[in-house]
């Protein structure tokens, strides 16, 4: 094998709306030969959109004591860093470039971690996918920009997918999001500020321009500061769901 499984239109159903390139220049044959053994292990298969959820933690053997998912993980070294971090949190990460989930399947051998899948399809599918209240933490690290205007209907943040998000996570959990594009900062905070579902957890510019300390960095972000451009570190919290009865007691 020398990629996932091919999504084309067929009777799986259409093909995944991705965007990006999904491979770059031609692996080493080594980092190939790793792929093609691990990723069928570690690849997992979504029901097709209209047809249901499926449990995550039904991934892991033995099932982990919470959910975290990585939305486009670039290169895999924050997912892996977070997985050394927490061995008994499993993992799902999200990556459409073969090269970059060769990166981390490397990654995964070399350090033995147990606790990550990964899918190599459209986010959304992914998370549309997931249950309710069923992920502790998300999250959306540098996601494309996609700067000129005609392309903003391709960002990942925007109300359907930050939707789908809220309703995924579980009450108190944590969505981190983080950009070197300050257009795209602006954007991302005009589409979080007006939920009623996620409260923004800055309270001063020092939580939002300071990555914290449980936070890797990213290759990606050592480049950006190296050319700089500064980061800003988001994160917002699932705030409590309604009571069923709307909070009211027993008459």
């Known amino acids: 094998m020398t990629a996932p499984a091919d999504r084309s239109a067929g009777p799986s159903g259409p093909r995944d709306k991705l965007h990006g390139r999904k491979r770059g220049r031609r692996l080493r044959t080594g980092r190939q030969r790793v792929l093609d053994a691990l990723l069928p ?28 998912i990585e939305i486009g993980f670039g290169a895999g070294e924050h997912l ?7 061995p008994g949190i499993g993992f799902i990460g999200c990556e459409v470039y073969i090269n970059g989930v060769a ?36 999250f959306v690290l540098f996601p494309d920009p996609w700067p000129k205007r005609r392309h903003w209907k391709r960002r990942f943040v925007g109300p359907r997918n930050l939707a789908t998000l809220a309703r995924i996570l579980a009450d108190g959990a944590e969505l981190r999001l ?32 300071a990555r914290p300390e449980d936070w890797p960095q990213t290759r990606f972000e050592a480049k950006a500061l190296a050319q700089g451009r500064r980061s800003t570190y988001l994160r917002f919290r699932r705030r409590p769901r309604p009571a069923p009865d709307g909070g009211r007691g027993a008459g």
């Open 41 to 68: 292990t570690l690849e997992i298969a979504v029901p097709e959109p209209g047809r249901g959820t499926f449990d995550p933690r039904a991934l892991f053997d033995p099932p982990p004591a919470d959910i975290w």
């Open 80 to 86: 892996a860093a977070q997985a050394r971090a927490h």
């Open 103 to 138: 990166r981390l399947v490397g990654e995964i051998e070399r350090h033995g971690l147990a606790n990550i899948r990964l899918f190599t399809g459209d986010a959304a599918r992914l998370i549309e996918a997931l249950p309710d209240a069923s992920v502790g933490r998300a």
């Open 178 to 209: 983080a950009t070197d594009h300050p257009d795209y900062l602006v954007w991302m905070l005009q589409h979080l500020l007006v939920r009623d579902d996620l409260e923004w957890l800055a309270r001063g510019p020092a939580d939002w321009r």
